[in-house]
T-cell receptor
């Protein structure tokens, strides 16, 4: 299993771009990188997934360098409602069996 | 709304009792996952079922068991409940071939008194 490391917490202000980096030095060839968002007392929400380079959707962008040993989730112009915990997961998406853990994640606090 | 439903929303019971939590996955999803989230433990993966068969097991206690039925809904049975079992229990489902793209239900909050 690829171990991931993320900052425990981050602060930002409304309207700023937020970048959360996840380190995964022992990522395997077949592993993808997946990010989730979780609000208090709610289930995590799938945000974005990628394998290499850049992936963008209506919510966020995911930047993955060529060596894939890290990845950066970018949230453009955050608002107060983006205050949540963000989890980075790494693993092979089509193994059939789920073999990973949600770590502590990164607590993002957006201030007015 | 993720499309995953869980019942009940809240459950209050006493130590030593047994409860059953129910989950209906999104239409078309064959995999179901169960998680436990308490304040001091974070989100803990318990077990995964795929099309009725157990596929992966995480930190699930022996007092806990789960199954997935032919209509793909799943149940998590918790027995001999202890105070420490009080937590939010989430169910998630995923499309075939995508164990990391999971869609979570609203959760069941279990309180053991």
């Amino acid at each position: 299993l690829a171990k991931t490391t993320q900052p425990i917490s981050m602060d930002s202000y409304e309207g700023q771009e937020v970048n959360i980096t996840c380190s995964h030095n022992n990522i395997a060839t077949n592993d993808y990188i997946t990010w989730y968002q979780q609000f208090p007392s709610q289930g995590p929400r799938f945000i974005i997934q990628g394998y290499k380079t850049k992936v963008t959707n209506e919510v966020a962008s995911l930047f993955i360098p060529a060596d894939r040993k890290s990845s950066t989730l970018s949230l453009p112009r955050v608002s107060l409602s983006d205050t949540a915990v963000y989890y980075c997961l790494v693993g092979a998406i089509n193994t059939g069996g789920f073999k990973t853990i949600f770590g502590a994640g990164t607590r993002l606090f957006v201030k007015a | 709304d993720s499309g995953v439903t869980q019942t009940p929303k809240h459950l209050i019971t006493a130590t030593g009792q047994r409860v059953t939590l129910r989950c209906s996955p999104r239409s078309g999803d064959l995999s179901v996952y169960w998680y436990q989230q308490s304040l001091d433990q974070g989100l803990q993966f318990l077990i995964q079922y795929y099309n009725g068969e157990e596929r992966a097991k995480g930190n699930i206690l022996e007092r806990f068991s789960a199954q997935q039925f032919p209509d793909l809904h799943s149940e998590l049975n918790l027995s001999s409940l202890e105070l420490g079992d009080s937590a939010l229990y989430f169910c998630a489902s995923s499309p075939s071939g995508q164990v990391y793209e999971q869609y979570f239900g609203p959760g069941t909050r279990l309180t053991v008194t």
